[in-house]
């Protein structure tokens, strides 16, 4: 069977659990504990055009301590969705350094998404939408905005992946 794998990457506390965990639970952890190593799941999305695709993912831990482990993971991915925090100026700059060194060390045809997560914190919002699409462009990443909180923009992440990596 041919596996699609897709792989998140992030600084620590961006999201990048809890925007599995609303999408395959449709639940929000307040306190979500930090991953350890690397976490698996079996996505089952919806394709645009009707029927559904299965992702396989896998959520990365991104404390710095586990930074040498991600290229085992993002090796052969398919797809990528690297994530920032928007009130987190810090989590902005890594995501970029992540860009960079997944194009450098991926598959030639990886797609990257990049995620701008907690848009639901509109007033400690220090990443705007225009930085975070303009580099997107620039680098020949998507982009997306989320909310795992508010359960914005999370089915439209997973669909645009799965029918990306379903049309190749
Ligand atoms: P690591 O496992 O350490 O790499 O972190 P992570 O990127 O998986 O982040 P995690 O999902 O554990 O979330 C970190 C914290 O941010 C938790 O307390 C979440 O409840 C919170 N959080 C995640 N997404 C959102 C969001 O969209 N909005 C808000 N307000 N908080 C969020």
Redo the contacts with the bound molecule.
């Keep these: 069977m041919i596996k699609h794998k897709i792989v998140l990457l ?1 600084d ?7 925007i599995i965990l609303r999408y395959s639970k449709n639940i ?8 350890i190593g690397a976490a698996f799941s079996q996505l089952n999305t919806p394709l645009s055009k009707g029927g559904t695709f299965r992702l396989d993912v896998w ?1 990365t ?3 710095e301590r586990y930074a040498s482990l991600a290229p085992m993971y993002y090796r052969d991915a398919q797809g990528a969705i690297i ?1 920032y925090d928007v009130t987190s100026r810090d989590s902005f700059e890594r995501a970029r350094e992540w860009v960079r060194d997944v194009k450098a060390n991926a598959l030639p045809d990886l797609q990257i998404w990049l995620c701008a ?2 848009t ?2 509109t007033t400690q919002r220090r990443i705007t939408t225009d930085t975070g699409s303009l580099f997107a462009e620039e680098t020949s990443c998507k982009y997306a905005e ?5 359960n914005v923009g999370i089915n439209e992440l997973f669909t645009s992946i799965a029918d990306a990596i379903s049309e190749r």
Aim: aromatic residues 6%.
């Design positions: 992030g620590a506390s961006v999201g990048k659990t809890s929000f952890v307040p306190f979500q504990e930090s991953t959520d831990a991104g404390q994530v997560n907690k639901d914190l989320t909310s795992a909180k508010s």
